[in-house]
C-alpha cells in the first residue's frame, strides 16, 4: 500500500473508533462497458483514493472524509489503468458540509467543483438526485460500485466493480449500531474500508454516499453498512449549486 495511504489511513481508523471507511466492492462483479457513465475517481497525483459521482456537468458529490491532498479527478473510464488527459479535471473548489467531524458523527458530504465542466457523451454522464426527502421501501434492489479491493485480503482493482444490495431498516440498523448517526441510510453489506464517497443508487437515483461500516474484516456478519442520506441534504446541496452557477 503506498505509504500515504498508510497514514491516512491509520489517521482515520484512530479517529473512528470501530467505524472504519467503506468502499472496498464485495462480492461484485465488473461494471458492464457505458454502463455508470457518472462514476469519478477522486486522485491524488495519479493514485486512487475515493470514489465521487458527477451530478452536475462541473460538480461532483463524494463523502467529507475524502477531503484531504486530493488534486484531481478523473472521468469517462472504468479502468483507472487506461487513464487519458481528457478523463481528467482538476479540483478548483472543495465543500465538505460545514458541520462534518467524522463518519461517525454523520454530515459525511461533500462537493468538489472541478476546474472545467465535463461535456456528457458516451462515457460521461451525471446522475439524477432524489427531488424531495425520501424513504426507500423494502424489498429494493440498490447498487453500490468502486475501484477498492474485492476482499479483506485482497488487493485493489483497475477496473470498476458493482454489487447489488438492499437497504435495511433503520430500526434494524440501530439493534447493532449503538450510535447510528441521523440522515443516514443502512444496507446491507457491500463494501469494506478505504474506498468512499461511491454512490448508493436505487431505482436510477443516487440516494447515498458510502460513509463507513465495520472496521477491519469485511466478512462481518450483522453490521449493515452506513450511507449519508443525500435527499436529508438537498437544499444544502443546492445551495452550493446556486452559488456557483456560470
Known amino acids: 500500500m503506498h505509504a500515504l495511504h498508510k497514514l491516512l489511513f491509520f489517521h ?50 463524494t463523502a467529507a472524509h475524502c477531503n484531504g ?22 479540483i478548483e473548489q472543495t465543500h465538505a458540509h460545514q458541520f462534518y467531524v467524522k ?13 472545467e465542466k465535463v461535456q456528457p457523451d458516451n462515457n460521461v454522464q451525471t446522475i439524477q438526485l432524489p427531488t424531495s426527502e425520501m424513504n426507500i421501501g423494502d424489498n429494493v434492489k440498490c447498487q453500490v460500485a468502486g475501484w477498492g479491493m474485492t ?41 469494506c474500508q478505504g474506498d468512499s464517497g461511491g454512490p448508493l443508487v436505487c431505482n436510477g437515483k443516487a440516494v ?9 474484516n469485511c466478512d462481518y456478519p450483522d453490521f449493515p453498512d452506513v450511507y449519508t442520506d443525500i435527499s436529508k441534504y438537498l437544499p444544502w446541496i443546492n445551495d452550493i449549486l446556486k452559488q456557483n452557477n456560470r
Open 12 to 61: 482515520l481508523l484512530t479517529s473512528l473508533g470501530r467505524d472504519a471507511l467503506g468502499g472496498k466492492i464485495i462480492n461484485g462483479e465488473k461494471a458492464k462497458k457505458n454502463s455508470m457513465r457518472y462514476m469519478v475517481s477522486l486522485q491524488n497525483r495519479g493514485q486512487h483514493v475515493c470514489g465521487g459521482f458527477l451530478i452536475r456537468e462541473d460538480f461532483v458529490l
Open 208 to 216: 447515498g454516499i458510502v460513509s463507513f461500516n465495520k472496521e477491519g
Open 69 to 90: 491532498d486530493l488534486t484531481h479527478v478523473v472521468l469517462g473510464t472504468h479502468d483507472l489503468s487506461r487513464v487519458a488527459d481528457g478523463n481528467k479535471r482538476f
Open 151 to 191: 476482499s479483506s485480503r485482497g488487493t485493489n482493482v483497475d477496473e470498476l466493480q458493482v454489487v447489488d444490495v438492499s437497504p435495511v431498516k433503520r430500526h434494524d440498523c440501530k439493534q447493532q449500531w449503538d450510535n447510528l448517526p441521523d440522515n443516514v441510510i443502512c444496507a446491507t453489506k457491500g463494501f
Open 103 to 115: 463518519p461517525g458523527l454523520g454530515k459525511d458530504i461533500m462537493l468538489l467543483k472541478l476546474s
